[in-house]
């Protein structure tokens, strides 16, 4: 199967910026869509961002991030990355990427959706 792997996390003060990046090891259909969750201890795991590997449709955005986080892809590199801008305290979370041969866009969020998944970069944010 594709392994995807994440890396780019660390600690940062509020107002900071991180990248991160989802790494594949091959570009095939088992990831299409390539999504970032973030989970922090007592919470439930967050969709954060999700986008298509081909052409023609937006990524989706968690409200809670939307105008600060941005995702892209870089096809030769066969890499995702969550370029992480005004970064705030309840952002602190473990990151995971995931992989999804198709996704229901209305349920774009939901971590079932995702069959493959990364091992996790931590994020914390803090003074």
């Known amino acids: 199967q594709v392994q995807l792997v994440e890396s780019g996390g660390g600690s940062v003060v509020p107002g900071g910026s991180l990248r991160l990046s989802c790494v594949r090891s091959m570009n095939n259909y088992e990831t299409n869509y390539i999504a970032w969750f973030r989970q922090a201890p007592g919470k439930e795991r967050e969709g954060v961002a999700s986008?298509?590997?081909?052409?023609?449709?937006?990524?989706y955005y968690a409200d809670s991030v939307k105008g600060r986080f941005t995702i892209a892809q870089n096809i030769p590199r066969n890499t995702v990355y969550l370029e992480m801008n005004s970064l705030k305290p309840e952002d602190t979370a473990m990151y995971y990427c995931a992989g999804a041969r198709w996704i229901d866009g209305s349920n774009w969020y939901k971590a079932e959706m995702y069959r493959i998944w990364g091992q996790g970069t931590q994020v914390t944010v803090s003074s």
């Open positions: 986008i298509y590997t081909g052409p023609g449709i937006d990524p």
